[in-house]
């Protein structure tokens, strides 16, 4: 994982100029509570992501990171507490669900494409349906996408017949069809071979070089400190600190943080 | 050797060139080897197998193929056209004190007559016996005669054909059954044909207007048709009809119901649960005496309502508890991933379903639901429990007519293949959809 991440740092030069954040607010949580069953999984969560923001959530396992990124597209239903995006509150109106899973991309650890449908298919099958796109529309946007995420080629082919880095960026452009305005990842890169990671983390970062908005759940420190703005670490369901990546990784004000960036970066 | 010593590495990689594989791994002889004679338990059992093909195979062969009558219109046609004689043959017998008797016997003979060639074959047999007087063995005979070799009597089949087919439909009227079943399988092999346009629409001609099309064909009393009752359709085609509408129903049914037994609202949940667990927990046999008795109890007094329509609606309720299982258990085994890239996307529930969902769970679902659709196309055969004449029924009528009596393996032989090559079909048409909807993962 470090290897990758050292070679991004070498290579990889990020273009900040379009990565303004606005002051209109994308996301706003607030006094948010969510149990399993009788666990208490996040605890009071306010945050709010301006447009813009590009924000990297890290943390040991079971902290409620990719929890909270889950409760963001209502994947996970939370108990207590508001969400908004987009200025619209998720409750158990199945009318702003809707909307507000149109606004909102997600990209998972596994992956998730269909397996039964090309890649193609993957990509215009939201657009088609749920945006009611004509084909031919939703054809050339999704070959726009694949192009973005640099295999148009295997546009015909299965999923099940790429390689895992493959079917994470054919994951991406399937999410970019959509043409959200906030994108969530959700340990992207974790299921994948060491060759590979790179690869997704290229993707990710022209889409930050776009403007998006980005919330991403990832244990690549080198990604953090290129392409952040804000780096978050939470644990035992709780924002624990958050910084801009310079001082997350150079003062970590919290000796949980510490301890834990000690870990992650030594090995 | 060193501790540091790891060999010499070249400056420049170069992988080897791919070698062909062992001989005895590929080719006939290693089929052979891998397949039938890998060790030699199995080769004892590749041996103990041929042995009995040998054993079954021939009899079977020649007495359904190369000894049996196949023209003629009626009985007389089967019988062998060869005289047999009844000869006197002097035999001897061996005392016990050792001298000799000499014994008269009869021994058959097959004379062929001027004229005629044989329609049967013979062999000479052997014939053993003892001589007995007072309880008491004396000598030991053998005499030889000509014993005729029995063959199938398919003229039987052929005579009563029609009515395996049709039941008791009437003679003129039968084009209509012919032309409905006819052109229903036309369209299903249609559909079924890889790249043909407009599948999904004869899909969906076949499901609503096709079923109720093919109800006024058979039953008549429109466009100068004339009524034919439906107790009197029989045969394969009510077999065919009674299986058609089961699985036909019974699919989206079972996919309702296993939706809902996964449902998030209980009452919905509940309804299913009792539904599938109280059809499945019940033999079909008492679904359809249920059909027959209990069933016209709900119905508003007053009402007839006829047997067959019972019959289609046991079983098919029947079939869609069964269904609703497996299609349950296609459902358990996609991954939750696909459900929630499915969500996310912005699908709503029944897209999410249509789109995603049940095309894979389908999918993995395929030789369930085939399995217990040719179980439905067997289980037919119970129907004449309630007095159904389905093609079971019409060749055991046709078996115990006094005419025909004695021929029941040609029936059972005609039914049992019958039934067969549908089965089969089904099964193979499963095998090949799991080969082409498999996509690599």
């Known amino acids: 994982m470090s290897e990758a991440t050292s070679d991004l740092n070498g290579e990889v030069a990020v273009d900040r100029s379009k990565m303004t954040i606005s002051d209109e607010v994308a996301i706003q949580i607030v006094g948010m509570h969510k149990w399993y069953g009788t666990f208490h999984v996040l605890k009071d969560i306010d945050l709010t992501v301006n447009r813009g923001e590009r924000i990297v959530i890290c943390g ?208 | 050797m060193s501790h540091t010593d790891f060999g010499q590495t070249p400056a420049v990689f170069e992988p080897k060139p791919d070698l062909p594989p062992p001989a005895s791994t590929v080719g006939l002889i290693g089929w052979l080897r891998g397949n039938l004679f890998p060790d030699w338990f199995n080769s004892a059992l590749t041996l103990v197998a041929i042995l009995a093909l040998f054993m079954i195979i021939p009899p079977i062969v020649n007495w359904a193929l190369l000894d049996a009558h196949f023209a003629g219109d009626s009985r007389a046609a089967c019988k ?58 004396y000598a030991k005979v053998e005499i030889e005669q000509d014993v005729i070799i029995e063959g199938a009597c398919w003229v039987f089949i052929g005579i009563r054909y029609d009515q395996f087919i049709y039941g008791f439909y009437p003679k003129e009227e039968r084009w209509r059954p012919t032309v409905v079943i006819g052109v229903g399988l036309l369209l299903i092999i249609y559909m079924l044909t890889d790249g043909m346009p407009h599948r999904g629409r004869v899909a969906m001609f076949l499901l609503i207007p096709f079923p109720i099309i093919a109800f006024f064909m058979f039953s008549g009393g429109v466009l100068g048709m004339p009524h034919v009752d439906n107790a009197k359709w029989g045969g394969l085609v009510l077999t065919i009809i009674i299986s058609a509408v089961a699985i036909t129903g019974a699919l ?25 667990e109280f059809l499945r927990s019940v033999p079909m046999i008492t679904i359809l005496f249920m059909a027959m008795v209990v069933l016209p109890l709900f119905l508003p007094p007053g009402t007839t309502f006829d047997q067959l329509a019972r019959v289609l609606i046991g079983v098919t309720l029947f079939i869609a508890a069964y269904t609703a299982e497996v299609v349950r258990g296609g459902l358990q085994a996609l991954p939750k991933g696909q459900y929630e890239a499915a969500e996310a996307l912005g699908l709503g529930y029944w897209k999410m379903m249509r789109l995603i969902i049940l095309p894979q769970a389908l999918k993995i679902m395929i030789p369930a639901i085939v399995s217990l659709f040719i179980g439905i196309f067997k289980d037919t055969t119970l129907v004449q429990i309630v007095g159904l004449n389905d093609l079971l029924t019409m060749v055991q009528l046709a078996v115990t007519d006094a005419q025909w009596i004695g021929l029941s393996k040609e029936g059972y032989f005609f039914c049992a293949f019958i039934f067969f090559v549908f089965c089969f079909s089904m099964s193979r048409y499963s095998m090949y959809l799991e080969r082409k909807l498999h996509t690599g993962h």
């Open chain 2, 252 to 276: 989206p049914l079972g996919i309702a119901l296993a939706l809902g037994r996964r449902s998030q609202m209980p009452i919905i949940r509940l309804f299913c649960v009792i539904f599938i």
């Open chain 1, 60 to 267: 040991p396992s079971g902290s409620g990171k990719s929890t909270l990124i889950r409760c963001i597209n209502r994947l996970e239903e939370h108990q207590q507490g508001q969400i908004f995006v987009d200025e619209i509150e998720l409750t158990n109106d199945l009318k702003n669900i809707d909307t507000i899973r149109r606004e909102v991309g997600m990209v998972f650890q596994h992956f998730n494409l269909f397996p039964h449908l090309t890649v193609l298919e993957n990509c215009t099958l939201a657009p088609i349906w749920v945006r009611k796109m004509p084909k031919a529309e939703a054809e050339e946007v999704a070959m726009r996408y694949l192009e973005t995420v640099r295999i148009p080629e295997q546009a015909m082919k299965f999923p099940g017949q790429l390689s895992g880095g493959q079917q994470q960026r054919v994951a991406i452009a399937r999410s970019l069809c959509m043409n959200p305005r906030i994108m969530l990842f959700d340990e992207p890169t974790s299921a994948l071979d060491p060759e590979m990671i790179k690869e997704v983390l290229e993707v990710m970062i022209t889409l930050a070089q776009e403007g998006m908005t980005m919330l991403c759940v990832t244990h690549e420190m080198g990604f953090a400190r290129q392409v952040a703005n804000r780096v978050m670490f939470m644990d035992a369901g709780e924002i624990v600190e958050q910084n801009e990546p310079e001082e997350f990784f150079h003062n970590p004000k919290s000796d949980r943080t510490k301890l834990f960036l000690s870990q992650i970066l030594t090995h």
């Open chain 2, 80 to 137: 062998p056209n060869v005289q047999i004689v009844k000869d006197k043959v002097i035999t001897q017998g061996e005392l016990p004190d050792g001298s000799t008797m000499e014994l008269e016997a009869t021994a058959d003979r097959v004379v062929v007559p001027e004229g005629v060639t044989p329609n049967v074959r013979w062999t000479r047999k052997l014939i053993e016996g003892t001589v007995r007087a007072t309880g008491r063995e």
